[in-house]
């Protein structure tokens, strides 16, 4: 029962914080700098993401040759090709391959 | 009888044109899913460890409906953590949503009243990342497409969750597929810069992550986030100043 608690109040908790300025701004205008700034919000949200998930839970974080250099064709593969599915393969053929060479 | 040929007429190309976003957002949405799947199996461990029943750890799917805050709490709570502190890790883990939330806002604000209220219960990390990407798309094509993947999203988690309970202590993790997802989320990154100051503070906020890493609850990723925010907030005012 305090497990059910616990996860009701998680999803409610989880609800809001993804509700709260869209509903709540519904109508008010936004100056013209704050829009400008929150452009940078996906570039450093997803900078951050992609770091915390090479990370353990106990905060060690998981980068050797193989992630750095399936990372790096990622982004290249990503850049020119625009295609998910396309940078994907490339990346997971770089990354395995180099960690099967033990680098 | 002309007019109601040319009504019918514009009504079927507006649902071609639906369909089309339709068929976009589920394009979009499956390529991203497939390192959700090994996530989907790590969740089906976490709550197999944590002794909750199966039906109660699933049921964390459709009420969060959030990989990285379901497993924190989960996981917590099999630790034995009281209910203040296991809620309280699982929003820290999910306050980068608040981001969402204000990063979004302008785009709801032409929508019905209906999908300012719906639309959030969706607002993941890939759907934001994905419907961050079409900021030209009129209201009604944005709306589409945001609902597309976010069902197709929801759907699939809460499918593979269930799955995930049943086969996730059997898959090797020697297997390495959890590196899909920074992979992803990588190329997510690269598609939407567009100057070299977003470069900058996408690079900044990834090294102040590194450097935070060992701050509990992934507390690291919101300080990297926020200071890649604010220095977009100082190129701004520069830009704007001069």
């Known amino acids: 029962m305090t497990a059910f608690l616990a996860i009701v109040l998680t999803g409610l908790g989880t609800y809001a914080s993804r509700a709260v300025f869209i509903v709540a701004l519904g109508q008010r205008r936004f100056p013209p700098l704050i829009l400008r700034v929150l452009e940078y919000v996906a570039p450093a949200v997803l900078g951050a993401l992609v770091v915390s998930m ?8 998981l980068i050797g040759l193989p992630e750095l250099a399936g990372l790096a064709c990622a982004a290249a593969v990503a850049w020119t090709t625009r295609n ?8 997971m053929v770089v990354f395995w391959t180099l960690r099967s060479l033990g680098l | 009888m002309m007019t109601k040929g040319r009504g019918r ?15 976009r957002g589920i394009a979009d949405t499956l390529p991203l899913f497939v390192p959700v799947v090994p996530f989907a199996l790590v969740f089906g461990v976490v709550v197999g460890e944590s002794g909750i029943a199966p039906w109660l750890g699933w049921s964390t799917s459709p009420i969060i409906f959030g990989g990285a805050a379901q497993i924190t709490l989960l996981s917590l709570l099999g ?4 209910v203040a502190a296991a809620v309280t890790a699982a929003l820290i883990v999910g306050a980068r949503h608040l981001l969402y939330s204000v990063t979004m806002a302008p785009r709801f604000q ?5 999908f300012r209220w719906v639309g959030p219960y969706m607002l993941i990390d890939q759907v934001f990342a994905l419907s961050m990407l079409r900021q030209e798309d009129d209201p009604h094509a944005f709306r589409v497409y945001f609902l597309s993947t976010g069902l197709c999203f929801w ?11 049943f086969i996730g202590p059997l898959v090797p993790s020697q297997w390495g597929l959890v590196f899909a997802a920074p992979v992803l989320f990588t190329a997510l990154l690269v ?13 900044l906020a990834g090294g102040v992550t590194v450097l935070f890493s060992e701050l509990p609850n992934r507390t690291g990723l919101l300080v990297g986030a926020l200071l890649g925010i604010a220095m977009g907030l100082l190129l701004e005012l520069r830009r704007s100043r001069s």
């Open chain 2, 155 to 165: 759907s699939l988690w809460l499918f593979f969750t269930a799955v995930g309970l």
């Open chain 2, 110 to 114: 032409n929508q019905p009243r209906w």
């Open chain 1, 84 to 91: 998910h599915i396309f940078t994907l393969l490339a990346a």
């Open chain 1, 54 to 61: 090479l990370t353990t839970a106990d905060g060690t974080v």
């Open chain 2, 79 to 82: 630790e034995g953590a009281s």
């Open chain 2, 9 to 23: 007429r514009v009504q079927c190309r507006a649902m071609t044109k639906t369909l089309t976003h339709i068929r």
């Open chain 2, 191 to 203: 598609m939407a810069l567009n100057s070299w100051d977003k470069l900058a503070v996408a690079l």
